[in-house]
Each structure stands twice: as structure tokens, then as C-alpha cells.
């Protein structure tokens, strides 16, 4: 049933094909961190600006990421605007996350306690001041592991690439299956990769979670 | 006050699709799309049930399980959350037929989607049976209930207020992952969208009219949660005085 000779073969292809994976769930995830934490910003610098933020936000999750994909891969060219299927990818992954983190970073910057705001006034902080040097600090470290959470949640819709054939892992196991005709191994092989990094990634946001609540 | 802002939502979207169909453009997709529309409603029905059975008893399992039992919860929630649903769907699909395991498509559908939320759920299920107040498990031992007696008639209802937002959340979850079974060629929504968008190539109303038909089951969920919300909210005193 299972073929260990096999199974030896493709590690190596496979283990190429996860620097893709890695590479776009490092990509995605910094669009979503910076995209998230302007549109949180966004939010309380204008009532405006907050309902615009609040509908794209609730617009980005209750729709699928597939179809998210699909949308920038085939509408935007229609725009003349024509990118790679992994450029494509990556993007409609960093915005649909984005929408995620930006509601984390609220739950931070609503955390900071109102008197921090009315102190800075106080002390006749411009409000670009307020939020950089006050607000910010105080805002993110409680937000971080929420932030691992959709980091591993990024990493494992990663796999969606494949349906826009971009050669991550998903893609090349079924790329080796239609081959071969064995789809066996490489898709087990694909799901304890993304189990395996799932459960380091894990660690190491607890890890990093212990580090931020030892400092502050 | 939300409730009626999602409505309005619903509304709006449902009268943007309807002013669409007026639009020669948009109207020779709709009778296509709307059929893939409730593939996809039927997948979300039968995968949540699948979801919500899969839930329970993993949670019961590994909170009150011998320990075999204890630890097959523990590996199945771990494996489900570890992986990705699209993973476990191709791997349901094209390797369950090689152990001459052969489902059909909606099936393999519906049990990849299930225990995949239901891995999550599993947990929801936990936290809100552990979070019931201790005096309540006190009191039933009291009244010297034994411990099935004890989960049917206090915990689990209790606990069931407490998990109706969080199930809220993974139901969305699910509607959006139904998206992945047009991979395993199910002709639900987006699968009708990809095969129509390759016939004719007219991306921008396809996929309009996909997103906007989405965006009416996702809210259309998240109004019946809230509703069922408020209904389960009445009468159970969480950590207030009523």
C-alpha cells in the first residue's frame, strides 16, 4: 500500500515545492500585518473612515477565499493589470487576512485604557505622537498571539494557490499523483508537512507569547 | 441593533442582485449560478450536522473518555486543526479509493468539511462545558445525579448558550470552505462560476454576482446565530445577578 522507495523519490521535489508554500504564507502574512494595522488606524482616525473600514472588513471575511483568488486572478487582468498567478495569489491572500488581523488590532487599541488618550492630550501630544509613541506600544504586544493564530491559519490556505496553479505543495502532490497515479504518498506527505510546521509554528508563537508577558 | 444592521445588510445585498438580474449582461448567469448556490446551502446544512455531531463527541470523549478513547479525540482534533481543509479533502478524495474506500463526491464533501470544523468545534464544545460554574456541578452531585444525568440535564444546556456565538464563527468558516469542493469537481457556486467564467470570459459579472450570492448565506447565518443567540440568552444567569 505504501511505497517507502517511492515516498523517497518525491521528499526532495516536495521539499522544494514547501519553500513556495513558506515563501507565500511569509508574504501574505506581511500584507495582512501592515495592511490590518493601517485599516485598524484607519478606523480611529475618522467616524468616516471607521463605517468604510467596518464594511470592507465584514464584505473581505463572508466571502471565500477561493473566490477571492479567482477574482484578482481573472478580474484585474480585464483591468490591464496583469500579474503571476503567485503574485495574484499571494495578494488575495494578504488582503482576505488583512480584514482578519485589522479586527485583532482593534481589540488591541481598544484594550489601551481611554485615560492614555486624555493624558497625552493633557500633555499636548499631536495625535501622530499619541498613537506612535503612547497607543501603539501599549497596543501590541496583547494582540501577538492572535496574530500567531492567523498566521497559522494563513499557512494552511495556502494550499488554495494550487487551484490558480501555482507550484506549491499542494499543486506539485497533485501534479506527482496524476504521474504517477499514486496519490497516496505525496498528499499524506503534503498533510504531515503542513501538521508537522502547524504544530512548531504553534510553539513558537506560545514561546514568543511567554517572552512578551515576561517584559512587560 | 445588530440584528437589524445585518438585515439591512442582507437586504441590500439581495436588492443589488436583483437590480442586476434587470441587466441583460448579469440575468443569463443567474439561473446557473443560483443553481450551484444551493449545492452549496445543501454542503453547508449536512456538513455543520456532520460538524456538530463530530464536536460533541470528540469533546466528550476527551474530557470524559477512558483513556483510549481520551487519547483518539486528542489525535483527530490535533490532525483536523494541524492540516489544511483542502489537504484533507484530496486526501478523503483520491486516497480513501486506493484502501477501495469509493464515496461519491458529495459525500467525500461533506465528511472532509465536517470533521474539519468539527475538529474545531470540538474545542468550542470543551471550553463552554468546562466553563459552566462549579457550584453547578456541586449542586447536581448533590442531588446525587449520576454524571449522563448530570451533562443532559445541566451542563449541556447551559454550556449550549455559552457555544452559540463561537459555532456562529466556524459556521461562516464553513460556508467559505464550501468554496473548496468545486476542486473535487462538486458543481456547487463557485465551481458553476469557474466553468461559466471559462465559456465566456465575462469575469466581471460572474464573479460579482458569486461574491454577492456568498456574502447573502454568510449573513444569512449570522443573523439565524444572533437570533438563536438571544432566544438561548433568556433565562441563563451567566456569572450575574438576574
Redesign the interface.
Given at each position: 500500500m505504501w511505497d517507502w522507495a517511492f515516498t523517497f523519490d518525491i521528499i526532495p521535489v516536495l521539499g522544494q515545492a514547501a519553500i513556495v508554500t513558506v515563501q507565500a504564507t511569509a508574504l501574505g502574512f506581511l500584507i495582512a500585518a501592515i495592511l490590518g494595522l493601517f485599516l485598524a488606524s484607519a478606523r480611529l482616525a475618522s467616524p468616516a473612515a471607521g463605517v468604510a473600514v467596518t464594511i470592507v472588513v465584514e464584505l473581505v471575511r463572508s466571502t471565500p477565499l477561493l473566490i477571492q483568488i479567482f477574482f484578482l486572478f481573472f478580474v484585474l487582468p480585464k483591468a490591464g493589470i496583469v500579474l503571476d498567478a503567485f503574485t495574484a495569489g499571494v495578494i488575495a491572500i494578504g488582503l482576505h487576512y488583512a480584514a482578519y488581523c485589522s479586527e485583532v488590532y482593534r481589540a488591541g487599541f481598544e484594550s489601551v485604557p481611554r485615560g492614555q488618550w486624555e493624558a497625552s492630550i493633557a500633555l499636548n501630544l499631536s495625535p501622530w505622537r499619541t498613537f506612535r509613541d503612547i497607543i501603539l506600544p501599549q497596543a501590541l504586544p496583547p494582540v501577538v498571539p492572535a496574530l500567531g493564530n492567523y498566521l497559522i491559519a494563513l499557512f494552511k490556505e495556502t494550499p488554495l494557490l494550487s487551484a490558480i496553479a501555482v507550484l506549491e505543495l499542494m499543486q506539485t502532490a497533485k501534479i506527482i499523483g496524476s504521474d504517477t497515479f499514486r496519490y497516496t504518498e505525496p498528499v499524506t506527505l503534503v498533510g504531515v508537512f503542513f501538521l508537522g510546521m502547524s504544530l512548531v509554528s504553534a510553539g513558537l508563537v506560545r514561546l514568543l507569547e511567554s517572552w512578551l508577558q515576561r517584559r512587560y | 441593533m445588530w440584528i437589524r444592521m445585518l438585515a439591512a445588510?442582507l437586504a441590500a445585498t439581495l436588492s443589488i442582485i436583483a437590480l442586476l438580474s434587470l441587466d441583460g449582461e448579469y440575468r443569463v448567469f443567474l439561473p446557473g449560478l443560483l443553481e450551484g448556490a444551493i449545492l452549496t446551502i445543501e454542503i453547508t446544512l449536512v456538513g455543520a450536522l456532520v460538524a456538530m455531531v463530530m464536536a460533541l463527541l470528540a469533546a466528550l470523549g476527551k474530557l470524559y473518555g477512558p483513556m483510549a478513547v481520551r487519547w483518539l479525540a486528542i489525535t483527530y482534533i490535533?490532525?483536523f486543526?494541524?492540516?489544511?481543509?483542502?489537504?484533507?479533502l484530496?486526501?478523503l478524495y483520491?486516497?480513501l479509493p486506493?484502501?477501495g474506500l469509493y464515496l461519491n463526491e458529495f459525500t467525500v464533501a461533506v465528511l472532509a468539511l465536517g470533521l474539519n470544523i468539527g475538529a474545531y468545534g470540538a474545542e468550542v464544545v470543551r471550553g463552554a462545558i468546562v466553563s459552566v460554574a462549579r457550584g453547578q456541578w456541586e449542586a447536581s452531585t448533590a442531588l446525587n445525579m449520576s454524571r449522563p444525568q448530570m451533562l443532559r440535564r445541566i451542563i449541556l444546556p447551559q454550556a449550549f448558550a455559552a457555544m452559540i456565538p463561537p459555532w456562529g464563527n466556524l459556521f461562516?468558516e464553513l460556508?467559505?470552505?464550501?468554496?473548496?469542493v468545486?476542486?473535487i469537481t462538486l458543481a456547487d457556486l463557485?465551481f458553476k462560476?469557474?466553468q461559466m467564467?471559462q465559456t465566456t470570459l465575462k469575469?466581471?459579472p460572474i464573479?460579482t454576482l458569486?461574491?454577492l450570492m456568498?456574502?447573502a448565506i454568510?449573513?444569512t447565518v449570522?443573523i439565524v446565530m444572533r437570533v438563536l443567540e438571544q432566544r438561548t440568552a433568556i433565562g441563563i444567569a451567566r456569572g450575574k445577578v438576574v
Open positions: - | 445588510m490535533e490532525i486543526r494541524g492540516t489544511s481543509a483542502l489537504v484533507q484530496f486526501w483520491f486516497v486506493q484502501f461562516i460556508v467559505k470552505s464550501t468554496s473548496l468545486s476542486l463557485t462560476a469557474q467564467n469575469t466581471v464573479f458569486v461574491l456568498y456574502l454568510s449573513l449570522t
